[in-house]
C-alpha cells in the first residue's frame, strides 16, 4: 500500500510538471505569435502602407507623457531617438519621467540635442523647458510628487489650522488641487501616457495628473517601434471620452 502510495504521488507530480512545461510552452509561443504580428504590423504602418494612420489628428494630444522605467532610461540614445519620432508626429508638449531621476541627470544634453534651448515661462515652478523646434519638455521623477504632497499638506496646514481652528481634520480633492497649484506642482494632466518598461504601472507619476489620462503599456524601450507609437497615438485620438457629471 506505501508503494502504491508513494507510486501515485510520483506520477502525481509528474503530471502536474508536465501540464506546467506545457502551458509555459504554449504562453511562450502565443507571446512569440503576438510579438511577430505586432513587428510586421508595426512595420506596415511605419512604411505607410496602412493609409488610415495618415489621418492621425494629433490636435487631440495636447499634453503626452513618457514614463520610462529608470533603469532603461539609461538609454539616452534611445529616449533621443524616441522624442524625434514624436517631433516627426507633430506632439508639441512631452513630460519624461522616471522614478529615479535618471532623465533630470540628461536633461542638458537632451535639450541640447534639440537645438539651442530657452526655459520656458513656467520653468520656475514645473521645470518645463521649450526647444525652438516646438517643442516643450517637462523633467519630473518620484521625489517631485513626494515634496509637492509634502508642502501641498503643509499650505494647507497653515492655511486651516493656524488660525486656532482645531475642529477641521479633513480636505477635499478640490482643497488638494487647489493646495497643489498654489505650491507649482498641479502641472498640466497629460492626455495620453506611454509607459516604456518591464512593469505594467505609472511607477508613481504623480496620481493628481492622472485623472482622465489614457495609460498605454509600450513594452521595452530597446524594443520600441516607430509604427507601435503611431498606432497608440492613433488609436487615443479615435476614442471618445465620456466625462461624468
Known amino acids: 500500500m506505501q508503494r502504491l ?3 501515485a504521488s510520483a506520477s502525481g507530480n509528474l503530471g502536474l510538471r508536465i501540464l506546467w512545461l506545457f502551458l509555459h510552452l504554449a504562453v511562450s ?6 510579438g511577430i504580428v505586432q513587428y510586421f504590423e508595426s512595420f506596415l504602418i511605419a ?3 496602412f493609409k488610415k494612420y495618415e489621418a492621425l489628428d494629433i490636435s487631440k494630444v495636447r499634453y503626452l507623457a513618457v514614463v520610462i522605467d529608470s533603469g532603461e532610461a539609461r538609454q539616452i540614445s ?3 531617438e524616441l522624442l524625434e519620432w514624436l517631433v516627426d508626429i507633430g506632439v508639441r508638449n512631452v513630460c519624461l519621467y522616471d522614478p529615479d531621476g535618471v532623465l533630470k541627470k540628461y ?5 541640447d540635442r534639440f537645438s539651442s534651448t530657452k526655459v520656458s515661462e513656467e520653468s520656475s515652478t514645473n521645470g518645463a523647458v521649450a526647444t525652438d523646434r516646438n517643442l516643450t519638455l517637462e523633467f519630473v521623477s518620484f521625489s517631485d510628487g513626494k515634496e509637492a504632497v509634502v508642502k501641498a499638506a503643509n499650505y494647507l496646514f497653515t492655511k486651516h489650522y493656524t488660525n486656532g481652528d482645531k475642529e477641521k481634520t479633513d480636505f477635499t480633492e478640490p482643497q488638494m488641487g487647489e493646495a497643489l497649484a498654489a505650491i507649482g ?9 506611454l ?3 518591464p512593469i505594467r504601472c505609472h511607477l508613481g507619476f504623480p496620481a493628481w495628473r ?3 489620462t489614457e495609460i498605454v503599456h509600450m513594452g521595452s524601450l530597446k524594443s520600441m517601434k516607430y509604427g507601435a507609437l503611431v498606432k497608440a497615438i492613433y488609436k487615443y485620438t479615435m476614442v471618445r471620452q465620456n466625462y461624468g457629471s
Open 5 to 7: 502510495v508513494k507510486w
Open 29 to 34: 509561443i502565443w507571446f512569440f505569435l503576438v
Open 47 to 49: 512604411s505607410d502602407i
Open 78 to 80: 534611445k529616449v533621443f
Open 107 to 111: 536633461k542638458e544634453a537632451i535639450t
Open 185 to 193: 506642482s498641479g502641472g498640466p494632466e497629460p492626455d495620453l501616457l
Open 195 to 197: 509607459i516604456y518598461g
Open 210 to 212: 492622472l485623472r482622465y
